[in-house]
């Protein structure tokens, strides 16, 4: 029978009885590791954890060189969400584990809260709510921005950024620009999955350079991955190409910098913003950025929902079936583990 670690935290659970429902060909061991960065003592858990165990179904905990080094019989991590950026991918590929993750899982709900916060923003419901509960009610009535007619700059055309995409474009009559140099349905790069170009015009998509994104766009979200590349992509000049724009990031903090979207919102350069994710998680209660105006804020839940669970389950243990049967799962994000 072969072994499963399942990692969990207080702030990231497991319906445990779904997962061995699901994975019920294995024996299932569990492990408690901080939802952030490993301690001593939560590296050392994991390490003891991970001891004879052929595949791991990891959500908190940060798998560091260290770790791989003390998984020798791991044979693949996978994940019920899309970021692995507390992965060291490159010690797994040198210790032979594929690492597979599952966009399909929390995409749905990732791309409600985006159209969530986007009407958040063009309909300006925060300061609506506090005007209607302070007793105004007429000047409240006034019209506001749809979002058919506007133009919606996607960053990061991937499995939850198309959806977002054709959604705009079919059900809202949205011009639609995309970002994304890794369209190109290449297998070999890491992050895969991706689309083929044709795939993406297909759903009324324009893929345009960066800065030509951000200077036709009135709202930007963000669906990229944490990478070397991507890391403060949205910066001082992309967000002064956007001007009286909006701006949606329920990708990953790291990607826009927070300095500058601060900056780019007090001084009213920036229409306003709303944001899921942090560079820090959670976020310094002194951060200024908390302080900004027209500002939507939500604690990285855009993927949580009460469907999103069985259904990153479901994706992470076929991939991991996969694997252990020798086969190559669609949404390995170390692909050069392969080439050996």
Request: aromatic share 4%; proline share 6%.
């Amino acid at each position: 029978m072969p072994e499963l670690l399942v990692t969990y935290s207080e702030s990231h659970g497991r319906p445990m009885d779904v997962v061995r429902e699901i994975f019920g060909e294995f024996n299932v061991r569990t492990v408690s590791v901080p939802a952030g960065g490993l301690d001593v003592d939560a590296t050392e858990r994991l390490r003891e954890a991970l001891a004879g165990c052929d595949a791991c179904l990891l959500r908190p905990g940060r798998f560091s060189r260290e770790v791989f080094e003390a998984a020798a019989d791991l044979q693949v991590i996978a994940l019920t969400g899309s970021g692995v950026d507390h992965i060291d991918l490159a010690a797994a590929t040198e210790a032979g584990v594929v690492v597979a993750n599952s966009p399909g899982g929390p995409a749905p709900s990732v791309v409600e809260h985006t159209f969530g916060m986007i009407f958040a923003l063009l309909r300006d419901l925060l300061e609506t709510t506090e005007r209607v509960a302070a007793g105004e009610w007429a000047d409240v009535r006034s019209p506001v921005t749809e979002l058919g007619g506007k133009t919606l700059g996607v960053v990061g055309v991937g499995t939850i950024g198309l959806e977002v995409a054709r959604t705009a474009a079919e059900r809202f009559d949205a011009d639609v620009v995309g970002y994304d140099p890794y369209v190109t349905g290449d297998r070999s790069h890491p992050t895969f999955p991706r689309h083929d170009r044709e795939t993406v015009t297909a759903a009324g998509v324009d893929l345009v350079g960066r800065a030509e994104l951000f200077e036709r766009a009135d709202v930007v979200t963000v669906h990229t991955p944490l990478t070397a590349e991507t890391r403060g992509l949205v910066d001082e000049d992309a967000l002064a190409r956007l001007g009286e724009g909006y701006l949606v990031n329920t990708g990953r903090g790291g990607v826009v910098d927070e300095g500058a979207l601060h900056d780019a919102l007090v001084e009213g350069d920036l229409a306003g913003a709303a944001l899921d994710v942090f560079e820090a998680e959670p976020p310094d209660p002194d951060n200024p950025l908390l302080g900004a105006p027209n500002l939507v804020l939500s604690p990285h839940v855009a993927g949580v929902s009460d469907r999103t669970q069985r259904r990153g389950l479901e994706i992470a243990a076929t991939s991991i079936r996969e694997v252990l049967n020798g086969e190559r799962p669609d949404t390995v994000v170390n692909p050069a583990v392969y080439d050996g």
